[in-house]
């Protein structure tokens, strides 16, 4: 191997290693819920391509209202899932759309959306139940 194709390959190496890192890997900050009336936490989250925000931060005991609005038509973002919590619901496109849950220990749930949605497959977001 000539010094060319070696410093090709490990540039390619690390461009892949960069883009896993980023993608997979990296550490999300997350958005805290405020409690608003009543004591309810309660979030916008946009859908388009994703959820936007796509990782929240509530406390746990206090219900949570995520108000989700999707804005495009595209049919594998029409599906929300709370698999843990046995619960789903179809987003109306362009409306608001609230959802309750009462999360009462610490830990993650996710939100998947069907496959094949982005680019990368599945596309989903969390919610950390911090206490």
């Avoid at 859908?47 to 005991?61: C, E, I, N, R, S």
């Amino acid at each position: 191997m000539t010094i060319d194709q070696v410093l090709v390959t490990l540039g390619g190496l690390g461009l892949a290693s960069f883009v896993a890192w980023f993608f997979w890997f990296s550490k999300r900050e997350g958005v805290r819920v405020g409690a608003g009336a009543g004591g309810v936490q309660e979030a916008q989250v946009i859908v388009k391509g994703g959820y936007t925000p796509d990782v929240l931060v509530v406390k746990a005991g206090r219900p949570v209202r995520l108000v989700f609005k999707r804005l495009e038509s595209a049919a594998c973002s029409e599906m929300v899932v709370f698999a843990e919590f046995n619960k789903s619901a179809k987003l109306p496109e362009g409306e608001r759309f609230p959802s309750r849950l009462s999360l009462r220990s610490q830990g993650n749930t996710s939100l998947p959306a069907r496959w094949g949605c982005s680019g990368a497959g599945l596309s989903w977001s969390e919610v950390v139940v911090a206490g």
